[in-house]
């Protein structure tokens, strides 16, 4: 028995905005346009083509289209409801739910817009579902499905440097994910109530992006933050350092325009070194000059219960260097006490260099510390020989 035929008629179009026709830029901009419209009936003005599917959308965008019901018969449908939900991996979402039509009559119809901002990855399926009655007073059901994939369209990868209990910089690289170029306009870092925040990637409220205004596919950006915990007295650095640093807001448009929104989840801070042992570094210049020696200042804390002798020895890092004596004893150190140290450094290469390779040895249970990338200092050339 063959299917009988609905009065209606639906019909989903999402609605996007056109994009670049990629072949225009293939060759030279002043090539023969009358090539454009014969390879692409699609194309706008020889540039814009429209959409010819579906299509994907990227995360953190509005998903938009416009749902229609026609009535493509000769007869009136009565008691029309229309419906849209939107089903993800994990839920499904009502995006439309147009109220009883009492009557549609033939070549009319009913529609709406219907808008979702994406905020999970993976397959997607609209489900459209009409419900009406003939003109026979029957109740007739149908729907239909439009499935469509959440992209990533950006790679966000975060790096901590841990400078003291209090204080810490955020790195965040930010990459393109997508076919094309990106405009991105904010990248905000929200911190946690714990910490307050610095941005450093402005100069005199200037950003250091403001020359390259858009983001390439497959390019990265770095962004750093310093962060600094509020109101966290010295004697409770060990235990009730919070770890909840904060979230990245990022702000892009893509294409012709259209925006995009992500938001991270809560960066953790890293957990610092929980032995008995901590090295803090407590005077350290803010800038050296290559191959010339400087000296810092280690604050050496005995967290234990009981005194401990020390040994204090080096591991030689590529760009900075230890001078001194490795495996030299310290004072015995009470319990619960500190000392400072001063350590001497060589840098042979320039930039951000971390210092690292300092290790500090119990002696009486002969069990090692490791401390590396305790503080960073910015290494430039000797002017003298510029």
Not at 133 to 152: M, P, T
Request: include cysteine; proline fraction near 5%.
């Amino acid at each position: 028995m063959a299917e009988e035929s609905h009065l209606l008629a639906l019909r989903v179009m999402r609605l996007t905005k056109p994009t670049i026709w990629p072949s225009t830029f293939d060759g030279a901009i002043g090539a023969d346009e009358s090539t454009g419209k014969g390879e692409c009936p699609a194309v706008l003005d020889n540039l814009l083509v429209l959409p010819s599917s579906f299509g994907n959308i990227f995360l953190g965008e509005t998903f938009v289209s416009y749902v229609t019901v026609h009535n493509d018969s000769n007869e009136n449908a009565t008691e029309v409801t229309v419906k849209a939900d939107l089903q993800t991996g994990s839920q499904r979402i009502n995006l439309v739910q147009i109220p009883v039509k009492e009557n549609l009559p033939p070549a009319t119809s009913i529609d709406d817009v219907m808008r979702h901002e994406v905020k999970e990855l993976g397959t997607h399926i609209l489900v459209c579902s009409v419900n009406y009655k003939n003109a026979e007073g029957r109740q007739r059901f149908f729907r239909k499905f439009f499935k469509f994939q959440v992209l990533k369209p950006l790679d966000v990868k975060t790096k901590f440097y841990n400078i003291g209990p209090t204080e810490l910089y955020l790195e965040a690289q930010i990459q393109n994910m997508t076919n094309t170029a990106m405009c991105v306009e904010k990248v905000v870092l929200d911190p946690s109530a714990s910490y307050d925040c610095v941005s450093l990637n402005e100069v005199n409220g200037v950003s250091t992006f403001e020359s390259q205004h858009y983001l390439k596919p497959q390019d990265t950006r770095q962004y750093l933050y310093r962060m600094q915990v509020k109101n966290l007295e010295p004697e409770n650095w060990g235990e009730n350092i919070p770890s909840a640093i904060g979230k990245l807001d990022i702000v892009w448009k893509t294409g012709l325009g259209e925006r995009g929104r992500l938001q991270t989840s809560q960066l953790q801070r890293p957990a610092m070194n929980n032995s008995d042992i901590r090295v803090d570094v407590v005077k350290i210049p803010g800038e050296v000059v290559a191959m010339r020696p400087f000296e810092i200042v280690c604050r050496v804390t005995n967290r234990s219960e009981r005194p401990k002798h020390l040994k204090v020895s080096f591991e030689n890092h590529n760009s900075l260097l230890w001078e001194g004596l490795s495996g030299r004893q310290l004072d015995k150190l009470d319990a619960k006490s500190s000392t400072d140290v001063t350590l001497n450094l060589l840098p042979i290469s320039t930039g951000l260099l971390g210092v690292a390779g300092l290790r500090i040895t119990d002696v009486e249970i002969d069990r090692t510390h490791q401390f590396d990338y305790i503080h960073y200092v910015l290494v430039v050339e000797d002017s003298d020989d510029m």
